[in-house]
Each structure stands twice: as structure tokens, then as C-alpha cells.
RNA sequence: CGGGGCGUGGCGCAGUUUGGGAGCGCGCCUGGUUUGGGACCAGGAGGCCGCAGGUUCAAAUCCUGUCGCCCCGACCA
């Protein structure tokens, strides 16, 4: 039998038997979460914590190279501020959480816990903003948010969740345009080259955009089961929040204009992504550029070899840790090596090194794939050398293998029944024409349940062809069931 | 908010039909033997059976209510 065929990890439901089953038992399992008593909440355990501090730091440095700054708002927002912008508020009005009391008294106010945040933020910015020399503005925090939901599930949709917003501010519709492309631009690069995570970018139907929002720009990946994930949306709020907040600016024309803003986020929800995205049946799978740990040490500890595999397990450990890789040795007795190993697997360690007697012996270490499960042995002359290169492979393939499995599930159907029928049997990506009226786009979606996730940027504009419902000339876009 | 399911040691469950000892497997603790794909032996700790009422000599079990969680749908990062 193949070892990958082997079921070794008897706790975790298999995919194929009920993918969602599957996914929770992996993140309670790999203890990324526990539940918290709040309906809709979770604990973030530190092993998924660890993932999430990973995406911050790799994310952070990308906002700040596009020249943005970190600061803070407050996690409270007048209602009379949610209320000012009339869509905003009519789309996010039935998921706040109020509050009524401060202490003993009934305030004269009511909070809103933020949603997000373009209110609050906007309200100050109105003050901070006078010239045309105050902008650009370009803000971003981390935080976490509030919304009300009332189908919850791990990392993916949580009534609390922690994200980053950035916002801006400019002086014309052209650089706001150009900052919320720009930002998606910089999701996409963070999911592809980070999180192994191939995306399509695109744009948001009017239905399907933002509450406030004049354009709404989408990474769209695709999961495992076939299901897409919206992972990050970038907004150009036009001139709407401007307008009802008055950020009005004096230009070099000395007229005083009202200012664009944009504003774009990402969430927790990547780290679903990450799970549902490369998991297979015996666990996580994780980049090594976002694994807490990138390589477990799993001494093979025999009665007389002991101190001699120990000792050469923490050279080898102290040597990888001084080329910056995120190594963990696991030496725990009690354990046998083989529960190790599964242990470690489920956990989606990108590469597991084994040393024993035999490695010893033969003056190196046998290094075992979680991707691939392939064993090699490297040397230990060469170990400085093969690990990074060996992991950077790893990063690759995973990202290959998500790709590959994207085109399998991208389909393009002829006619509606074809795409019925391919929605229900293939899943996946349905790559369809649409006329652009949104009554096609409703009329889809009560018969199949599937939504238009995003108009691709990368259609070629000679692709016409007849829309999937009322057979008027359209543009392809991407239709699917989502999360 | 509709439909379904579940609440019994940390986890997974049996026991509820037909009321009377709170049990099993895994995990955990101690000691020992082990260690190249989930080791073994011996001893041990741990649960007011979700909560509140009621029926009864007696309730995990019957009745009423209530709370929570999960799954699937309608709405959403």
C-alpha cells in the first residue's frame, strides 16, 4: 500500500465523506481554535494564532511599502454616524451588536461595535483633512470587528473576527481608483506568493458590492470541495462617504472639493483558505511561508543511541534556527515516533526530518514532504544549503497543485442546463457570459444557487457571447456556489 | 429566521424505549519496559448526566419549560 492511501489519522473525517465535518474536525483538532461560549465566537488557539501573526507580518510590510501607516480607531461608533450613509448603513444594520448601557446608566446614545469602520474613521477625517496637501491620507489598522451572524463557522464566518482595514483619501477619482487596484494588487501577490493560494482579481456586481461602495474589486479563490471564497475586497467608495462625513478639501484651484476615499480588507477568513484550500484527509497542509513551524525534528530514540541522536537532533535544530528557519524538535518522550509523525502531518508541517541510529550512521537526516509524503536523505554537510531550497519547493508545488486543480474545476458552459448540470456533478468555477443586467444575475441565483463571484480583469474584451439566461450579448464572468 | 441533530469525566460514545448500581474506549497522572509510521504492563485521578421546575419511595431515564451548541437553507469578510 502506498502511504499515501494509509489512513493514519482515524480522528478526522474523511473530505469525501462530508467536507464540512472534515473541516471542523481539523481545526478543533489541530487546536488552530476551540469554541467559545458566544454564540458565533472562538478562542484562536496559539497554533492558528501563530498562522495569523505570520499573514500580519507578511501583509503589514507589503501596507507599509505601498506607503501606509498603521493607527487605531475606536471599537465604538455612534448609531447616528453608522446611520449617515444610507446603504452603509441598510447593509450592515442587521448585524451590529448595540450597546444600550454604560455602567449603571442607559446611554443617551447607542454604540454600535463596529462592523467596520468607514464611519468612524471618516468622522475624524473630515477633520484632519483641509488641503490638498493632506493628501493623499493613507491609513490602516488592525483590529477586530463585530457582526452579527447567523450562520457561523470556523475562521470563515465568526460573529467576531480580526482583520485589517485600510483607508484612504484623495484628491481625485483617478488616484482613488488607482489605490483600490493597487490594494487588491497587493492581496493578490500576498495570497499567491505567501499563502500558495492562486486567486482570480476582479470586479463585484452592483448586487453583490459593498454597502457604500461605488466599486467593489474581489480576490475569488476556490476550495477544495469546489465551493469559492471571497478572500479580500477593495473599495472605491467614489465621493458618498465624503459627501455625508464633509472631507472636503481646498484644491490648488482654491475650490473646495469633496475628497474619494477608498477603504480594503482582508480577515481571518484567510486561514480557512489556507485549510480548504491545499487539507487533504490526514490534515492541514501549510506554506512554509506562513507554517508556525516549517520543519519538526522528530528524534528516533533508541535505548543506546539516546544521547547521541539527542545531541545531534539540537545541533541540528540550533543550525537550521540560525538560517532563520522556524524549526521545532520534538523530543518528547512517551510518544512513539509514529504518533509523532502523524501528529505533526495533521498539523501540516511542510517538512518533517528524522534522526536515528541509522542517520547517524550515514551522516545525515531523512527528510519526509508533507505535500508529497517523498522521503529523501541529505547529508548534514548539505543541510544548510537543501532546506531552504527544499521548502521554497515545497511553497511552489503547493501553489502549482492548487492552480492545476483550479483549471480542472473551471468550466465553461454551453447553455444554462449544461451549467446547472456542471454546478451540481463538477462544481467548481463556471466561466459564463452575462448581458450585465442584474435580473439575470437574481434569476441565476434563485435557480442554482450559484453567484456571480467576479467580472474578471483578464477577459479578453472580444469574448462575447450569449448571457447564460436571456441569451443577450454579455462578458464572461465567474459564477459559483461560495462561502 | 425556518428545517434537522446533539447536550452523560478532557474527547468520542453506551445507558433513556421498560425509573432502582454512572459505565466503556481514547486521553490524563504515577512507576517500569519501549521507541525508523498512532507501543506495552501495572496502579490511579476525574462526572451534582446542560439548566430549572414537576411526577415518584426513588429520575441520566417520565412530564413541562428553558438555555446552549452543531449541521443544512434564506442574509453576509
New binding site residues.
Partial sequence: MN?ND?E?????TSQAVDF??W??DIVLKTEMMD?A?????MAIRPYGYAIWENIQQLLDRRIKETGHKNAYFPLFIPESLLEKEAEHVE?FA??VALVTRGGNEELAEKLVVRPTSEAIICEMYARWIQSWRDLPLLINQWCNVV?W?????????????L?QEGHTVHATEEEAQEETLKMLGVYQDLLESELAIPVIPGQKTEK?K??GALR?Y?IEALMADGKAL????SHNLGQHFAKVFEIKFQDKDDELKYAWTTSW?V???LIGALIMVHGDD?GLKLPPRVAPIQVVIVP????KS?DEVLRRANEVAAGLRSINIRVELDDR???????????W??KGVPL?L????????NKG??A?RRDT?E?SFLLDQDLSAQLPLLLQNIQDSLFEHALKFREQKTYRPQDYGDFKEALDEKKGFMLAHWCGDARCEEEI?AGT?ATIRCIPFDSDPKDKGPCLFCQKEGRPVYFAR??
Fill in positions: 502511504i494509509k493514519f489519522v482515524k480522528e478526522v464540512s465535518q473541516y471542523l469554541y461560549p458566544i454564540k458565533g465566537c447593509g442587521p448585524e457582526r451572524e447567523k450562520n457561523t463557522r470556523p475562521f470563515l464566518r465568526t460573529s467576531e473576527f482583520w453583490e459593498f454597502a467593489t474581489t471571497q478572500a479580500g475586497t480588507g480577515s481571518t477568513r490526514r528516533i530514540i533508541g535505548k539516546k518522550e512517551g510518544y512513539s515516533p509514529g504518533w509523532k509523525f502523524n501528529q502531518e495533521m518533517r528524522e534522526i536515528g541510529p541509522r542517520d547517524l550512521e537526516v531523512t519526509v509524503g522521503k441565483k444557487k461560495s462561502y
